[in-house]
């Protein structure tokens, strides 16, 4: 996750993190990225139900009336007791659609009880005004609302007629909860000529916050490969969301943009502010430095819906063990197993331009999943990475 505002138009600064010692359990939710001890963020897809059909949805989720095997309401409550009291400062409740599942409410509460923060992923449209302000009075943090384009691209990768103008209606009704609601946007050949026109709707409503995911080839995601932008496209692309970024907060509308999946971006912000403004980009190293670049298995978890534990949402060709067995903190920190021995501190075992790169302090070799699925070899160099030899300083 690289923090385009924070660190572009100097939003936060070194100090700002180490005011806080970087401990995840003193740091606010925008400096999370920053800490030290990367107690890992997990996310929980409490469900496989979903009521649309996108086409990159890497859950496989359906439309359908249940999924055998989900966790009941006493083992998911187990699950938050249990990462509560491993310090876990966020859970973020995902799914398919995690409003499918009734009791969502009731476990989101518990969790907030329970010391964490509360955040949930979305397509946004079963968020009604009486659901809003029960998560309101929840005390949920954060809604997260996917959008992939303006209403005929939007529908079209959600495979349902009128999926945008439901979303629309689900971020009005959190605003008008007092809910902070922010965007997700997937990045693809498909509607990357969608994103001025998301950054004007950005605007337009008043969102305060986005986050612009690079595509990952898993799930239904893992039929897109080709429709993932180059890598001439994509720095276009980084270029376009730094300069509107940029603009807007330059016209005193400031909102909180991210990228994600792709710590590329952030030797490449580097390299960019290193040109325009020296002394600024020394400090955006230090914070990329803490930032640390890619943290599968570390800084970032996942639990299935049938209490599977993976090193990220991306990784269910690969389960560690199942909580049902296992308490999620046995299984995070068991480095027996080899994967997540070498998830810890993945840079030791990258291979190829991966290795050499000047930037692995703070890229960690990137996104493994993407790896993995061209190569078949876990450890070989991102094809996203679209930084030149010469920018990562190979002669």
């Known amino acids: 996750m690289i923090g385009i505002s924070k ?8 100090s700002d993190a180490l005011r806080y010692e970087r401990q995840s359990h003193r740091l606010p939710s925008h400096l999370l990225q920053f800490s030290a001890d990367k107690r890992p963020v997990v996310v929980w897809n409490v469900t496989r139900r979903c009521n649309l059909k996108c086409i990159h949805c890497y859950a496989h989720a359906k439309d359908t009336t249940s999924f055998e095997n989900e966790l009941s309401t006493d083992e998911g409550k187990a699950l938050l007791d ?13 799914g398919g659609e995690p409003l499918l599942r009734r009791d969502l409410p009731e476990l989101a509460r518990y969790a907030v009880e329970h010391g964490m923060r509360a955040v949930i992923s979305t397509n946004g449209t079963l968020i009604t ?20 384009g303006m209403e005929e691209v939007n529908d079209r990768f959600r495979g349902i007629k009128g999926a945008f103008q439901a979303a629309l209606s689900g971020i009005r009704n959190c605003q008008e909860a007092g809910i902070k609601v922010g965007l997700r946007f997937t990045i693809n050949k498909l509607n990357a000529a969608e994103i001025p026109a998301i950054f004007d709707l950005l605007e337009d409503l008043d969102v305060p ?7 990952v080839y898993a799930g239904r995601g893992s039929k897109l490969i080709e429709e993932d932008l180059s890598h001439e496209e994509t720095r276009a692309v980084v270029d ?23 710590h590329a971006d952030g030797p490449y912000l580097y390299l960019r502010l290193r040109k325009e403004d020296p002394e600024r ?13 890619n943290n599968s298995g570390r800084g970032i978890g996942c639990v299935s819906w049938d209490g599977s534990v993976h090193a990220d949402q991306f990784w269910r060709h690969y389960t560690f063990d199942n909580v049902r067995e296992r308490p999620f ?50 450890w070989a160099p991102d094809p996203a990475c679209y930084l030149t030899d010469e920018e990562i300083g190979i002669q």
């Open 7 to 14: 660190l572009y138009c100097g939003t936060v600064e070194p």
């Open 82 to 94: 249990d990462l509560a009291q491993f310090g876990v400062p966020v859970i973020l409740f995902s």
């Open 129 to 148: 005004p009486e659901k809003a302000r029960l998560f309101k009075e929840i005390g949920l943090s954060y809604v997260g609302i996917s959008l992939d």
């Open 209 to 215: 916050r986005i986050c612009f995911y690079h595509l």
């Open 240 to 262: 376009l969301i730094m300069d509107r970024t940029k603009d807007l907060h330059d016209r005193g509308k400031p909102k909180e943009v991210l990228t994600v999946d792709n």
């Open 281 to 293: 980009a020394k400090e955006v190293l230090e914070l990329l430095k803490m930032n640390e670049g």
């Open 329 to 378: 903190s046995t299984i995070w920190t068991d480095t027996s197993n080899t994967l997540m021995k070498q998830l810890k501190d993945k840079k030791k075992y990258v291979k190829g331009r991966c290795a050499q790169c000047r930037w692995l302090d703070i890229c960690a070799g990137n996104f493994r999943v993407r790896a993995e699925a061209v190569s078949g070899d876990l």
